[in-house]
C-alpha cells in the first residue's frame, strides 16, 4: 500500500505526520518511508537512517552534430517547452528547459541530435531500525523536481513493503503530482487558519482530478477557527484525525525527537488514523502479510 502524506501549504505538519506513521507501523508490518519533497528533505533529522547507497539522477538532454543538421526546424516545432530553437541554420539549445522527453532526437529526419545526461540530483538509501528509508535531492540551480521525485519511487518499488509511506513536497505543483502518481490513499495535512483552508481547497481538487481517495489530518486543531470542519462536513470529506496543539509537541518537534515514542496519548491516535486509512482505501493487513523489506538484499542490523 502506498500513502502520499500532502498539504497545500508548507509547515502544517506533514513531515510529522509522515514519520510518526511509519514509526507506528515499524513493528507491525514491514514500512519504508520516501522523502520526495527534494528540495528540502528533512526527514532524516528524525529518523536518523544509516544509509548503504547513493546514486546520481541525470536527465537526458539534446546535443546537436552540427554537420548533420539541415537546419530544418523539426526539433524546435516538437519541444513544448523552447528549450531547442533554430536561428539561421544553427540549432540553439536551453538545457535548463529541457524536460528530457527525448522528442527532438526523435523526430530529427537528419538524426542530427543525440542525447547528453546532465545531473539534476541524487538519491540515497538506508535503514533507520528497522523502516526502510529512501530520500532524494534536488541539485541547487536545477528547476526539475519531477525526474528526482521519479526516481525515489522507482527505487522504492524493488523494497516489496507492505506500506510505503511519501513525504511529498508542499503546494500542488507538478512536483505534488509526481509524488501523487499512482499511490493508493492521499492524507491531506491542514491548519485551522484562512490559508490552511484556501491551500486545502486547492490540494482537495488536486487529489480529486487524481481521482486518489483521501482524507484530511488537521494539525494544532483547537487553535484558529472552524472553517476547516465545516468546509470537510460539507464537502463530504473524512477527518482521519485532529492533533491538539500542545507546547510539548512542539519542543519535541524542534529538537527532532518523535512524537510517538514520547507521548503515549499520541501513539493512540496514529494507530487510529492508520485504520481509518485501512477503512477508506479497503486495504486488510492481515490478508497482504508481512514480509521482510529488500533494499538489495541488506537487513537491518540486530
Not at 511509519?22 to 529518523?47: G, M, R, Y
Not at 548503504?52 to 546535443?63: F, G
Not at 472553517?227 to 519535541?252: K, S, T, V
Amino acid at each position: 500500500m502506498i500513502i502520499t502524506v500532502a498539504s497545500g501549504k508548507g509547515g502544517t505538519g506533514k513531515t510529522t505526520v509522515a514519520v510518526n506513521l511509519a514509526l507506528t507501523l515499524e513493528n507491525i508490518l514491514s514500512v519504508q518511508i520516501l522523502d520526495c519533497d527534494v528540495e528540502e528533505p528533512n526527514v532524516h533529522l528524525f529518523l536518523h537512517p544509516e544509509f548503504k547507497y547513493s546514486e546520481i539522477v541525470t536527465l537526458p538532454v539534446p546535443a546537436v552534430d552540427q554537420g548533420k543538421c539541415v537546419g530544418c526546424g523539426k526539433c524546435s516545432e516538437i519541444c513544448a517547452f523552447n528549450a531547442i530553437i533554430v536561428l539561421g541554420n544553427k540549432v540553439v539549445i536551453f538545457s535548463e528547459l529541457c524536460h528530457g522527453c527525448g522528442g527532438c532526437s526523435r523526430f530529427c529526419p537528419e538524426e542530427a541530435i543525440y542525447e547528453n545526461h546532465r545531473e539534476i540530483g541524487g538519491i540515497k538509501g538506508g535503514w533507520a531500525g528497522q523502516i526502510g528509508f529512501i530520500q532524494g535531492r534536488l541539485k541547487i540551480g536545477n528547476p526539475l523536481a519531477p525526474p528526482v521525485i521519479n526516481a525515489v519511487k522507482k527505487r522504492g518499488k524493488t523494497s516489496q513493503a507492505d506500506v510505503a509511506i511519501i513525504d511529498a513536497p508542499p503546494g500542488t505543483t507538478c512536483s505534488v503530482v509526481a509524488s501523487l502518481k499512482d499511490c493508493d490513499f492521499c492524507i491531506l495535512v491542514t491548519e485551522p487558519t484562512p490559508f490552511g483552508l484556501n491551500d486545502l481547497i486547492l490540494a482537495v481538487d488536486v487529489a480529486r482530478q487524481l481521482q486518489i481517495p483521501f482524507g484530511v489530518v488537521i494539525n494544532r486543531a483547537d487553535l484558529g477557527n472552524k472553517d476547516i470542519l465545516n468546509y470537510c462536513e460539507g464537502e463530504e470529506i473524512p477527518i482521519l484525525a485532529q492533533i491538539p496543539f500542545d507546547r510539548r509537541y512542539a519542543a519535541c518537534y524542534a529538537r527532532g525527537g518523535r512524537l510517538v515514542e514520547e507521548f503515549p496519548e499520541l501513539k493512540e491516535a496514529f494507530k487510529e488514523l492508520w485504520e481509518r486509512i485501512c477503512a477508506l482505501a479497503k486495504y486488510d493487513p492481515i490478508d497482504k502479510g508481512s514480509h521482510p523489506l529488500n533494499l538489495d538484499g541488506m537487513r537491518p542490523k540486530g
